[in-house]
């Protein structure tokens, strides 16, 4: 029975072509601008490391001073600074509830490579803890990362990503060899694999659909360097005063950013109070004078605080499915015009003994048939539509990274399950726009059309 | 007049037995209302951000990071060789080093008051340390006073810090900063004091414009605040910015970049770039919205033209029969033609009240969304407009097979 349905329906859209069309190019416009929007949004509101979700946890504390001028142009004033100051961040890594903790910031390095033929470069490194690599999950090509030990003391040593790796050993293992970073000899003891979550959780300083790191060193060489953070750097009182590196490391300014892993939630609850009780008791000292708003939260929550999706692309979707809907009314309409118009037809098959389900399954196959006609073209415009998108976005970044062209591409993909939610929108678009028609149809009585003929 | 009216009453009791279609129809036009309205007033808003005027010469202008790397690099020397070359290539009107690439989104800035008190109520700006010819290389407009002395320009210090905390002398300010501190117009000449580092600064000149980036409405005051200050930012990394007369760039580009690299030991260039790119894709994200939006409004437009279409063939042919008999009984073409204009008319007027509100409700939830202004009700009526006008064009095509049908076929059995 479906597949004499079917060749109805084939038949019918036989008959019509040119309404087909229209309706099968409106569900195709609607659906290729859902599918756009929903890309775009899906891309951005990925979990990257969704099996840690109960484990992993950004920690930010409200050192803000009173300045109503602090919060002046802040989109949320009510949570505390993305990123923590130099004196808070060592004072919660001293605490051992946490499994791993990582206190970091990313700055500029030039790399020589020494060898004639290759001009030094600039690259950016992230300063962080030994607990980096197996907290984030980092993958390893060769060799691993350091110890806690080698981060204060710190050691001469590196982990280089993949692509740096391949520029300046092509792409052998390099672990035991040596690479001069602006002047400075490191040992080269792990090299990471291609590793690219997004958005970039970790760090959203620059933007947080960015590439990681060209390569890690251990935290203190940030200080022994006197690095500055290339990411944001914000003073959180007016009456700061700085005249030395010494003053970033001592004064109210948050440029580091601090991350714990939890394994129980008795821990969490435990590292909680004790940030509370180490901001209480920094009151003390004239600290904090806000009430206490120090929050522990999941890398979910975490995107969603620093507004990562971004308003920008929910009110895409929202005014694409708002279009989506326009289409679906459309095709009901022009649905409704095509099966009345074909009503002595029907009135016909009903006289011939058609029942009213039969009658009602066939035109709803036909709009079904339809939907997903649209749906297909809809899926085939939304490809070229991402494209253009990816263009008009792509920012070139100062180095030549190929992995940048990834990530351009990776933000306008249709994975998989876009595509099986594509085909779902169609197939639903189909049929709220074929139910009313098909059951509108099946109510005509007959008689009325076969009077007439 | 008295016409019309007659021709109302059948018109709406013909609408109400067979509402459904209208009814589909209207509710399209209200949401196509809802989308069409705002999808316009968000892309007008990105493309006013983009379009902002930045006061900067960028056409004319382009820029190269350069970066030290050997351990004798000298910072001082290295800048002051530079400079001299750039500012000897023919061509080149004017070339400057500064601490942050404008129209970007890397941004210093500062608390700034008018008096020395720690405590003093502060405005926010941005602030570029560059050359003494960092104004006329941006090609802003000095309104007021006179750039920096080559003399209050410090050499570099070994850090920012070091640099920030000397600041200097004197300062070149914008219009819009000398607005809000200095309401009464005696800014040149004022002191400015800068909190955080704690340094004062004569005010020695006011340029009209300069927007560190683009930003939505409620940053973009913050934008046009800008401090110069003069200094030669610290090293290892130099930013020049490089003007050049008009319709010389590419040429000067080209001189530079094969001499540029090789003029100094223990540096290379990062990159170079013409600044109106940089610019551009500053402003990738605005455009990429308001081409997504845009492209949703215009096939909002036309689905809703062909629904409007749609209803209207149909209903000119379900009522051949009828227009045919209303001929035959003394109809002229032109009643035919204004029946069916008046009935979508009606249909589209209803669609568009709905739409009204259903406007609002959107423009009031995305304006919260973005804390921009208000829907503008002048985008309303553009809207209302546009959509009737879009009706009549639909119907129009329908409309016309109908008056052609001719009296005759009242006579006809189908």
């Known amino acids: ?453 | 007049m008295r016409k019309v009216d007659l021709e109302i009453r059948p018109l709406l009791s013909a609408l109400w037995r067979n509402r459904t279609g209208p009814l589909l129809v209207a509710v399209q036009v209200a949401i196509a209302l809802a989308v069409l309205v705002n999808v316009a007033y968000v892309v007008q808003q990105r493309l006013a951000t983009a379009r902002q005027p930045t006061g900067i010469d960028l056409k004319d202008t382009f820029w190269i990071l350069s970066q030290g790397y050997a351990p004798d690099y000298s910072q001082a020397t290295t800048v002051k060789a530079d400079l001299t070359y750039l500012n000897a290539v023919p061509g080149v009107v004017a070339a400057a080093i500064s601490h942050n690439l404008p129209q970007t989104y890397s941004e210093t800035d500062l608390p700034f008051a008018t008096t020395p008190n720690p405590g003093a109520a502060s405005v926010e700006a941005l602030v570029y340390m560059m050359s003494e010819r960092g104004i006329e290389t941006l090609g802003l407009k000095l309104i007021a006073g006179r750039a920096p002395l080559a003399e209050a320009v410090a050499p570099p210090a070994s850090d920012f810090t070091q640099a920030f905390s000397r600041w200097a002398p004197e300062v070149v300010i914008t219009e819009a900063l000398a607005r809000s501190l200095f309401p009464k117009g005696d800014a040149l000449g004022n002191t400015l004091y800068a909190q955080m580092i704690n340094r004062p600064a004569k005010i020695v000149g006011i340029v009209e414009r300069m927007q560190g980036m683009p930003a939505p409405e409620r940053y973009a005051d913050l934008m046009e605040r800008v401090v110069f200050v003069p200094g030669i930012p610290p090293g290892p990394v130099a930013l020049y910015l490089v003007r050049t007369q008009p319709g010389r760039r590419a040429a000067v580009m080209a001189k530079v970049e094969q001499e540029f690299p090789t003029l100094q030991p223990g540096r290379f260039i990062m990159k170079m770039e013409p600044f109106d790119k940089t610019a551009a894709v500053t402003r990738n994200g605005l455009r990429a919205t308001a081409v997504i939006l845009g492209v949703v409004g215009l096939l909002v437009t036309v689905v809703t033209a062909i629904g409007i279409f749609g209803l209207a063939a149909f209903q000119v042919t379900t009522r051949t029969k009828q227009i045919g008999t209303r001929r035959a009984i003394g109809a002229r073409r032109g009643h035919i033609l204004r029946y069916f204009l008046l009935e979508n008319w009606l249909i589209t007027t209803a669609g568009v009240a709905t739409g009204c509100i259903l406007a609002l409700v959107v423009g009031v939830k995305l304006s919260l969304m973005f804390q921009a202004p208000r829907l503008p009700l002048y985008d309303l009526v553009a809207g209302t407009l546009a959509l009737w006008i879009l009706g009549l064009c639909a119907v129009l095509l329908p409309a016309r097979r109908a008056t052609r049908i001719s009296p005759a076929v009242a006579t006809r059995t189908v």
């Open chain 1, 1 to 453: 029975m479906p597949l004499h349905d079917l060749r109805l329906a084939a038949l019918s859209i036989r008959r019509t072509p040119a309404l087909t069309a229209l309706m099968v190019g409106a569900i195709a416009a609607g659906i290729g601008a859902a599918v756009v929007t929903i890309t775009l949004y899906h891309a951005r509101a990925g979990h990257p490391i969704g099996w840690k979700e109960d484990r992993l946890y950004a920690v930010t504390l409200d050192a803000r001073s009173m300045d109503p001028e602090l919060t002046q142009y802040s989109r949320h004033p009510e949570y505390p600074p993305f990123q923590l100051t130099y004196r808070d961040a060592q004072a919660l890594y001293r605490s051992q509830i946490p499994e791993r903790a990582v206190r970091m910031f990313k700055a500029m390095r030039v790399v020589d490579p020494g060898r004639s033929g290759l001009q030094p470069f600039s690259v950016i490194a992230r300063m962080t803890s030994a607990d980096f690599f197996q907290m984030f999950d980092v993958p390893f090509l060769y060799g691993s990362g350091w110890s806690r030990a080698a981060d204060d003391a710190p050691e001469p040593v590196v982990v280089l990503g993949k692509h740096l790796n391949d520029k300046v050993f092509g792409g052998a293992n390099s672990v035991g060899r040596f690479i001069t970073l602006s002047g400075r000899q490191y040992r080269v003891i792990g090299v990471t694999d291609s590793w690219m979550p997004q958005p970039k959780f970790y760090d959203l300083n620059n933007g947080a659909f960015d590439l990681p790191e060209d390569l890690y060193l251990p935290f203190a060489w940030g200080t022994t360097l006197q690095l500055f953070p290339s990411g944001n750097f914000n003073c959180l009182s007016k009456n700061v005063q700085i005249t030395t590196y010494h003053d970033i490391l001592t004064t109210e300014c948050a440029w580091l950013q601090y991350w714990v892993e939890l394994p129980t939630r008795a821990q969490r609850q435990r590292f909680q109070e004790f940030v509370d009780n180490y901001v209480t008791d920094q009151k003390r000292y004239g600290r904090f004078p806000r009430p206490l708003n120090n929050r522990i939260v999941n890398v979910t929550h975490w995107l969603a605080m620093n507004d990562v999706v971004g308003d920008e692309s929910r009110m895409e979707v929202a005014l694409a499915l708002m279009f989506l809907g326009v289409c679906v009314l459309n095709t009901l309409g022009l649905m409704l015009a095509k099966f009345l118009g074909a009503a002595p037809i029907t009135g016909l098959r009903r006289a011939l003994g058609a029942t009213r389900a039969d009658i009602v399954r066939q035109h709803l196959t036909e709009v079904i048939v339809v939907g997903l006609l649209g749906g297909l073209a809809g899926l085939a415009l939304a490809w070229p539509g991402l494209q253009i998108i990816r263009i008009l976005t792509y920012t070139p970044g100062i180095d030549d990274n190929p992995a940048r062209l990834a990530l351009a591409q990776a933000l306008v993909h249709i994975d998989f399950p876009m595509l099986i939610l594509a085909l779902a929108i169609s197939l639903m678009t189909g049929t709220l726009a074929g139910l009313y028609p098909a059951w509108r149809i099946g109510r005509l009585a007959p008689a009325a059309f076969l009077k007439a003929q």
